[in-house]
């Protein structure tokens, strides 16, 4: 079964940290492009950062320097890594496979 899994996120303060996670069924991690995506209320889903299947990432500019995304293989888990967070980085946070599969997202709050 194909499916994507997003699990780590919550509330957190300004300037705190998460790290979300994204299980994903072996047929749509394996040699494929992973992505995080975003959307927050009133706005458009926009790409957070992407890693290719041998690790080479890319980023908004919006998340430079403070975001970090990185793949397990071995344990087909997509990871982003997010570090002195902002009240805009507010969103719903998407898993994405290979530009097709999407998981069920997880609502990240920054508020204090």
């Known amino acids: 079964q194909v499916q994507l899994v997003e699990s780590g996120g919550g509330l957190v303060q300004p300037g705190g940290s998460l790290r979300l996670s994204c299980a994903a069924s072996g047929s749509i991690f394996s040699g494929n492009r992973m992505a995080w995506y975003r959307q927050a209320p009133g706005k458009e889903r926009e790409l957070v950062a992407v890693i290719t299947s041998v690790g080479r990432t890319n980023y908004a500019d919006s998340v430079k320097g403070r975001f970090t995304i990185s793949r397990d293989n071995a344990k087909n888990t997509l990871y982003l890594q997010m570090n002195s967070l902002k009240p805009e980085d507010t969103a719903v946070y998407y898993c994405?496979?290979?530009?097709?599969?999407w998981g069920q997202g997880t609502q990240v709050t920054v508020s204090s």
């Open positions: 994405n496979g290979n530009n097709v599969y």
